[in-house]
């Protein structure tokens, strides 16, 4: 049982300036949504009527009201190895939480937390609802050691065990493949806001462009738009992944990074349910890869259910690195000596090759085919069509060659596979909730099946998919996740 000196006595709430958190926020995005709004229209300041104003000031009022309420109405106390968390406004409600059942522990600083000497607290529960996320918005760090201590927390001596330098970082932000996302947002811009056409710098920019013919002025308007977006991805990456560090914290994991905003991840090792190595096609050439984590209690990042342990390290020295962290866990399919245990390993049949490349040939010759509607010379089609198929082929033919399941270890499943980027999963087999058998009309003309994994978490379900494996395979890793049977649909 806990000790009675710890327990809470009455209710607490959250530090008081979570209301200024509210307000601001609600700010930054008026401000945001006004300047988007003028910029979309010629006459500025007189597009702001009056009757805009005033939405504005009862929504600023709104929010103070709304974070004023939501401080006042969330209390929470530790009672008898328990977590009671009153919270609502119009609609009160009541969550009970039982003290075991917290696992992972997330610490988060913004810039503006600092000047008020408060954190972001956030705390994953077993369960399988997107309410198994505990978020404390403002508490201080006081607060936070003794909340620590209820939870039998305390960090023990810790030893760096992984440090992210500067030089993987800036990698890390030039390989990314989310720079086609911010060039589209970069060319919306260029042509939507008028106030660009009448910049200096952009005339001058244009006019330099006129001096080359049409091949080469598209050429560098493409250059342009991907050095800026580059600098761009860096730029976030550094602000995302600045002085990551990974710490053995006893029997957890403790990951910190954040440049502005300071994230600190904790994951006990007895939750790791999953362990992914993804590799773009950038990347792929140049032999870096980046590893994410899946644990019981859910991923603590805003964009998935995993958390990046490490942004970019060479796949040569992946596994020695992983083994570090991980004695238990066997990495053999990422190892650069190759998987010793040949009986236990399955690949696709060369018979799948047709399954894999047949569909991406229809897709995409089909779209080679429509450029016939296009202005252009019918050598120009035969070239977009011969394009087409041979990128099926070649997409085709990498899939082919990257499906892997390895069923060496019995609590462990390791497979690798691909969609566009390259994924290689580490698995345990206590963390696999279900594995489901299906087949198309072409998979069963070929004796081809398609396996999907779906590993526990908390609030998500993850999923994995391996395609066109043979169904004597598929029979034998049956019997290898026995007692548990396959679900065939």
Known sequence: MM?????????????????IFGIIRKLVAIVILSIIYLLLHQNYMSSLSSIAKTILAISIVFSLMRSYLFWKNFTYIFEDDLLIINSGMLFKS????????????????????????????????????????????????????????????????????????????FVYGITTLKVGYVSSFLMFCYF????????????????W????????????????????????????????????RVYITGDSLQIKKG????????????????????????????????VYLDSISGGNEDESNSTILIPLIRKKILSRTLQTYFPTWDFTLISPIGNPADKNLFRSPKRSMLSFCILKCMLLGGCGLLTI?????????????????????????????????NTFQRNQLSFSTRFINKTTVFMGRHCIQ??????????????????????RTSAFKTRYKVKHIDEKNASIINAWFSPAKMTDL
């Open 209 to 244: 462009l006129r001096t080359f013919d049409m091949p080469q002025r598209i050429g560098a308007i493409a250059a342009i738009f991907m050095l800026v977006s580059w600098m761009i991805s860096v730029f976030f990456a550094l602000f995302r992944f600045y002085r990551l």
């Open 94 to 169: 009541s969550r009970v939480i039982a003290l075991h059942q917290i696992r992972n522990i997330d610490l988060r600083v913004s810039l503006l937390q600092r000047l008020f000497g408060v954190v972001e607290l956030r705390m994953d529960a077993e369960g399988g609802e997107k309410e198994s996320l505990l978020k404390f918005a403002a508490v201080t760090r006081n607060e936070v050691e003794r909340i620590k201590s209820l939870l039998r927390y305390q960090e023990k001596e810790n030893s760096i065990v992984w440090k992210q330098f500067l030089t993987p970082i």
């Open 259 to 290: 440049l502005v905003n300071t994230h600190t991840t904790t994951i006990k090792m007895k939750d790791l349910a999953a362990i992914r190595v993804e590799e773009n096609i950038l990347r792929q050439l140049f032999g870096l890869c980046t």
């Open 434 to 455: 279900q594995m489901v058998y299906r087949q198309n009309f072409i998979q069963s003309h070929n004796h081809l099946c398609t396996i999907m994994f779906t590993v």
């Open 373 to 405: 509607q296009l202005p252009i010379p019918p050598s120009y089609v035969s070239l977009m069509l011969l394009l087409s198929v041979s990128i099926s082929l070649i997409w085709g033919s990498l899939q082919y060659k990257d499906v892997v399941i």
């Open 3 to 19: 000790n009675m000196s710890s327990l809470d006595q009455k209710y607490r709430r959250l530090h008081p300036s979570i209301i």
């Open 192 to 207: 939507q806001f008028d106030f660009l056409d009448n910049s200096s710098f952009v005339l001058q920019v244009e006019e």
